[in-house]
Nanobody, 125 residues
Framework: QVHLAESGGGLVQAGGSLRLSCAAS????????TGWFRQAPGKEREFVGY????????YYADSVKGRFTITRDNARNTVNLQMNSLKPEDTAVYYC??????????????????WGQGTQVTVSS
């Protein structure tokens, strides 16, 4: 099990940028696929992207492809989500999650074992 904590959320105007971080205290975090998900009010939690722990492969939902970038910093035991060209429809609570059983990547919530508490991102028009 890993304990995750997101940070970096906030309020930004459309077209702006934010950088979210997901930190873990356990060193085993570097051997987990880390995913980002988001949930807007009244909607289901949706996949945003992941970085696999094998080969650090990244994969993104079509809605964020080309705007969002996930990177891993093993020295700080963190995974970052850089969000550029933000749109009002990106407004949601963003969660990071860790998957132990899917070293090549995972896109479904049930594939992830551990979750952070979430951080709010609000994009104003």
């Amino acid at each position: 099990q890993v304990h995750l904590a997101e940070s970096g959320g906030g309020l930004v105007q459309a077209g702006g940028s934010l950088r979210l971080s997901c930190a873990a205290s356990e060193l085993t975090f570097s051997r987990r696929t880390t995913g980002w998900f988001r949930q807007a009010p009244g909607k289901e939690r949706e996949f945003v992207g992941y970085i696999s722990w094998v080969n650090a492969r990244t994969y993104y939902a079509d809605s964020v492809k080309g705007r969002f970038t996930i990177t891993r910093d093993n020295a700080r035991n963190t995974v970052n989500l850089q969000m550029n060209s933000l749109k009002p429809e990106d407004t949601a609570v963003y969660y990071c999650a860790a998957a132990a059983r899917y070293p090549l990547g995972a896109t479904r919530t049930l594939e992830y074992d551990d979750w952070g508490q979430g951080t709010q991102v609000t994009v104003s028009s």
